[in-house]
């Protein structure tokens, strides 16, 4: 099974501030192919499902606003928020489609200062 | 407006059965696999069981394999899960999930259905 890695498991920042957040997987995501990276990024607000941001490491999903951005490629990944705004609290969950079984991380947590 | 609605959850005894289901509208379901994941209470997500379109492709997570059934009905519009044998640490909230046209994330999800395992 491919194993994704999130890191910090929880991050607190004031309203403005720049975010990072860190998945890595076992293996590399990156399918030779066609040249995607099969990784995707939820958002899950308190008392909400999951909702998709981020496709294929760095497609932002229509309507998702353009401080949300995906990078890196193979095994490491990064959600980047250039400036946080409050209704941005929620868990944050990378996965893996490469191969089943689909994989999650385990979560990182923004708190809003 | 993509709409997926789960339902069949509730409180159930350790080793009994439950059947959820996920009635989808506002988009063509027989053209898209779907999914159930899974949620514990504070926890993560684990991904249960994908179904492909016309129901050729079916996988499992190891955790319930050969206690859990996902099938579906696309004259109905509704996916369901099965499920057998069940034990407590299948308490969760259950999420049906459709998957993106021929790719394998996850684009919609329901509101979820909460299952409890106790005696």
């Known amino acids: 099974d491919i194993v994704m890695t999130q890191t910090p498991s929880s991050q607190a920042v004031s309203a403005g501030e720049k975010v990072t957040m860190s998945c890595k997987s076992s293996q590399s995501l990156l399918y030779s192919e066609n040249k995607k990276n099969y990784l995707a990024w939820y958002q899950q607000k308190p008392g909400q499902s999951p909702k998709l941001l981020i496709s294929?490491?760095?497609t932002r999903e229509s309507g998702v606003p353009d401080r949300f951005i995906g990078s890196g490629s193979g095994t490491d990944f990064t959600l980047t928020i250039s400036s946080v705004q409050a209704e941005d609290l929620a868990v944050y969950y990378c996965e893996q489609y490469y191969d089943t079984p689909l994989t999650f991380g385990s979560g990182t947590k923004l708190e809003i200062k | 407006e993509v709409q997926l609605v789960e339902s069949g959850g509730g409180l159930v005894q350790p080793g009994r059965s439950l059947k959820l289901s996920c009635v989808a509208s506002g988009f063509t379901f027989s053209n898209y696999g779907m999914n159930w994941i899974r949620q514990a209470p504070g926890k993560g997500l684990e991904w249960v069981a994908y179904i492909s379109s016309g129901s050729s492709y079916i996988y499992y997570a190891e955790t319930v394999k050969g206690r859990f059934t996902i099938s579906r009905d696309n004259a109905k519009n509704t996916l369901y899960l099965q499920m057998t044998s069940l034990r407590s640490e299948d308490t969760a909230l259950y999420y049906c999930?459709?998957?993106?046209?021929?790719?394998?994330?996850?684009?919609?999800w329901g509101q979820g259905v909460m299952v409890t395992v106790s005696s």
């Open positions: 999930a459709r998957h993106g046209h021929n790719t394998y994330y996850f684009d919609y």
């Open positions: 294929w490491a760095s």
